[in-house]
């Protein structure tokens, strides 16, 4: 076994490709699939671990945001919310798939822990709800950029060609989601 200089957990599932994560609070987690050998994954995170040690400096040097006490939402206001961001992100994704040229299957609103949106091979599109106390021009990236996966399946100079062809400022959306997302958890005052 490798030794690093990190520690990470490994969480295997029935995907086919490995990926590692850095969360804000400095966790490392590979993502493998349950047949994918313990070499295979040590190999690549010896590769990976200029990027791990980049992005957990990077970590340690934010500052920690503060912990809002947090009370649970009612249901009756969970779902309000949902059905409102039901009707925007519908709203928003048919006028940018016109201007975009693409098309799209279902749309899914979640409360999905570590994503802002999603786009599956069929073209289906999963969008986060508490994006709706994002800038509405944050939130219109989210958009463009799942549906430059109705182009692009990957995140490579192309696809985010694509999506600056849409909306050339998307590094400060980027940014301010990188830097202010954590706020979008704080439950909004009644």
């Not at 490994?10 to 850095?22: E, F, P």
Request: net charge positive.
């Amino acid at each position: 076994m490798i030794s690093h200089p990190f520690p990470y957990r490994i969480i295997r599932s029935s995907r086919k490709t490995l990926a590692i994560q850095v969360s804000v609070s400095g966790q490392v987690t590979v993502r493998a699939p349950h047949t994918m050998p313990d070499s295979t994954i040590q190999r690549f995170l010896s590769q990976k671990e200029s990027w791990i040690l980049k992005h957990l400096s990077h970590s340690a040097s934010r500052p920690a945001q503060p912990q809002a006490e947090n009370p649970p939402l009612s249901e009756f206001r969970r779902s309000y919310y949902m059905e409102s961001a039901r009707k925007i992100f519908k709203r928003k994704t048919a006028a940018y798939a016109r201007k975009m040229g693409v098309t799209y299957g279902r749309i899914t609103i979640r409360e999905q822990k570590t994503r802002w949106g999603s786009c599956t091979s069929e073209g289906n599109l999963n969008f986060n709800w508490r994006l709706i106390f994002a800038p509405e021009k944050v939130l219109d990236y989210v958009v463009v950029h799942e549906l430059s996966h109705r182009k692009e399946m990957n995140h490579s100079p192309a696809f985010y060609a694509v999506v600056a062809s849409v909306m050339p400022e998307y590094k400060a959306c980027e940014k301010w989601l990188r830097d202010n997302g954590a706020t979008l958890w704080q439950n909004p005052s009644p």
